[in-house]
C-alpha cells in the first residue's frame, strides 16, 4: 500500500517497457511520507499519471465494494494479458479492511491472444524470446514508444467505464470513485428527500478516464461537485472531461479522515445556494 507502491515504481516502468502484462493492488493508505494507516485516495495522481519514468501508461481499476474487488481483479488479469501491460487495482484502507458477502462466479473472460512473446522455453521449435526494455539507439526507441501509444489510443476508446446512479433527471452531479463514491450515494439520498435532484458518476476505470460519460451532462447539470479522500486530485480530469462548460467544485477529507454523508450535503447545499 502506497509506501510499497512507490518503491515498485521503477519495477512497473521496466515491465511497460518491456510490454508484459502484470496486475498491481494498490490499498492506498494516508500520506505522503510514512503517513498513517487510514484509508486514503491520495495516490490518484501517481497511479493515473505518474507511476514510474518514461511514456507509458497504466490501466487503473477502482472497486468500491468487496464484490467489485473480486470482479476487477478478474477484469484485470484479462486486461494485463490482453494489452501486456500492467493494470492497477486501486481501492482504499477502508475497502481493504471491510467484510461483506460475496459471490463467486467463473467470469466470461475475453479471448486471449497467443503468448508468442512468452519466456517459457522454444523446444527447440522457434527463435528464443528475450525481455527487454533497452533500446540504445532514439529512432528505434522513439518507434517502439509510439506504436505503444497506438495501443493506449484504443484502450481510451474502448475500455472507459463508470457507474451512473439517480443521473436521469439530475441537475447537480457528484462524481466519487471507491469507497467515497458509497458514502456521496447517502448523501445524494439525503439531498432528494430535501428536494434537491442530485445525481453521482462514478468511475470506475481512473485510466483511461471516463470522459464521454461525464460530456453526456453537459448542458443538463448546473454544477459538479467532486468528493474525494485527498486534496483533489481527480478534479482536473472531471474539468477536461467536461472541456469546463460545467463549474466543478471540490470537497475532500485528508490525513485518514473519511468525508461523512451530512458534510457532502453541507457542500452542496452551499453550491445549490450560490447558483440559484
Do not use: C
Not at 490499498?27 to 499519471?49: E, F, H, M
Amino acid at each position: 500500500s502506497s509506501p510499497g507502491i512507490s518503491l515498485k515504481a521503477e519495477a512497473i516502468s521496466y515491465i511497460a517497457g518491456a510490454d508484459l502484462p502484470a496486475v498491481v493492488v494498490n490499498i492506498v493508505r494516508a500520506g505522503p511520507g510514512l503517513g498513517g494507516i487510514q484509508p486514503a485516495q491520495s495516490d490518484y495522481n501517481q497511479a493515473t499519471k505518474g507511476l514510474g519514468h518514461g511514456d507509458y501508461r497504466m490501466i487503473v481499476l477502482a472497486p468500491s465494494s468487496v464484490q467489485e474487488i473480486i470482479n476487477l481483479t478478474a477484469e484485470a488479469f484479462d486486461l494485463a494479458d490482453y494489452y501486456r501491460m500492467p493494470v492497477m487495482i486501486m481501492g482504499d484502507g477502508m475497502l481493504g479492511q471491510m467484510m461483506e458477502p460475496v459471490t463467486f462466479e467463473l467470469p466470461e473472460g475475453r479471448k486471449l491472444p497467443e503468448k508468442t512473446w512468452a519466456t517459457n522455453g522454444t523446444g527447440m521449435n522457434r527463435e528464443h524470446n528475450v525481455v527487454n526494455s533497452l533500446y540504445i539507439q532514439p529512432d528505434v526507441l522513439e518507434k517502439i514508444v509510439l506504436e505503444r501509444s497506438k495501443k493506449y489510443d484504443h484502450i481510451e476508446a474502448t475500455e472507459a467505464k463508470a457507474e451512473t446512479y439517480l443521473m436521469e433527471d439530475a441537475e447537480y452531479m457528484i462524481t466519487a470513485y471507491g469507497s467515497t463514491a458509497r458514502i456521496a450515494k447517502n448523501a445524494i439520498d439525503e439531498l432528494r428527500e430535501q428536494g434537491i435532484k442530485v445525481g453521482l458518476v462514478r468511475p470506475i476505470t481512473l485510466w483511461p478516464f471516463p470522459k464521454d460519460t461525464y460530456k453526456q451532462y453537459v448542458g443538463q447539470v448546473k454544477a459538479i461537485l467532486s468528493v474525494e479522500m485527498s486534496l483533489g486530485q481527480m478534479i482536473d480530469d472531471v474539468k477536461l472531461a467536461v472541456e469546463s462548460k460545467i463549474p466543478v467544485d471540490f470537497y475532500g477529507r485528508t490525513g485518514g479522515n473519511i468525508p461523512y454523508p451530512e458534510e457532502i450535503v453541507t457542500k452542496m447545499k452551499e453550491i445549490v445556494g450560490g447558483i440559484k
